[in-house]
T-cell receptor
Framework: AQKITQTQPGMFVQEKEAVTLDCTYDTSDQSYGLFWYKQPSSGEMIFLIYQGSYDEQNATEGRYSLNFQKARKSANLVISASQLGDSAMYFCAMRGIGGASKIIFGSGTRLSIRP | ETGVTQTPRHLVMGMTNKKSLKCEQHLGHNAMYWYKQSAKKPLELMFVYSLEERVENNSVPSRFSPECPNSSHLFLHLHTLQPEDSALYLC??????????????FGPGTRLTVL
């Protein structure tokens, strides 16, 4: 069975510091994709970054990077130079092959940025 | 309008009411999704439509009835709901429901309260 685990229910970080949000996963699929989404208090889920299981390099999108360690089955999100607008819920998600029902989300981490 | 829109943003209904949630995507995508987000629970996939055909139904009670008249519109018809159905209902769309990447773009959600 597939599973996503986010062990940090909440985090506080000082503005301009870097922050790492943890995500571990479990799957028997050989090919899969890992996603991070941001959900501000307004409710919508905003796609941040994607990592394919066969991608050799860690994904980066602006201030976001994904620290992908396949052997450890971890896909941590790193936000550099945090900003007040980064305060939100962050969800890690995984998709296997062959069916949309295999998209599963973690329980999320609430990130709060202190000025 | 751009992206994915949802109406209404907030809905309060009694258990005997019938109401509908509407979702519209302006991205030219082929697949649309309904998710339920309850407090303190991970995001739950409810329904998936690909090219207007329902391809996934994750054991959702029959009091939730989806409808996809075309690739841009998705409805969720509600009747005789229970208080535990109160949640944020998110709609999403994606280009390729079977591709390994398949990042989904979400609407702002409908906050539903069942009295």
């Amino acid at each position: 069975a597939q599973k996503i685990t986010q062990t940090q229910p909440g985090m506080f970080v000082q503005e301009k510091e870097a922050v790492t949000l943890d995500c571990t996963y479990d799957t028997s699929d050989q090919s899969y994709g890992l996603f991070w989404y941001k959900q501000p208090s307004s409710g919508e889920m905003i796609f941040l970054i994607y990592q394919g299981s066969y991608d050799e390099q860690n994904a980066t999108e602006g201030r976001y990077s994904l620290n992908f360690q396949k052997a450890r089955k971890s896909a941590n999100l790193v936000i550099s130079a945090s900003q007040l607008g980064d305060s939100a819920m962050y969800f890690c998600a995984m998709r296997g092959i062959g069916g949309a029902s295999k998209i599963i989300f973690g329980s999320g981490t609430r990130l709060s940025i202190r000025p | 309008e751009t992206g994915v829109t949802q109406t209404p943003r907030h809905l309060v209904m009694g258990m005997t009411n019938k109401k509908s949630l509407k979702c519209e995507q302006h991205l030219g995508h082929n697949a649309m999704y309904w998710y339920k987000q309850s407090a303190k629970k991970p995001l739950e996939l409810m329904f998936v439509y690909s090219l207007e055909e329902r391809v996934e139904n994750n054991s959702v009670p029959s009091r939730f009835s989806p409808e996809c008249p075309n690739s841009s519109h998705l409805f969720l018809h509600l009747h005789t709901l229970q208080p535990e159905d109160s949640a944020l209902y998110l709609c999403a769309s994606s280009q390729d429901p079977l591709g390994s990447r398949n990042e989904q773009f979400f609407g702002p959600g409908t906050r539903l309260t069942v009295l």
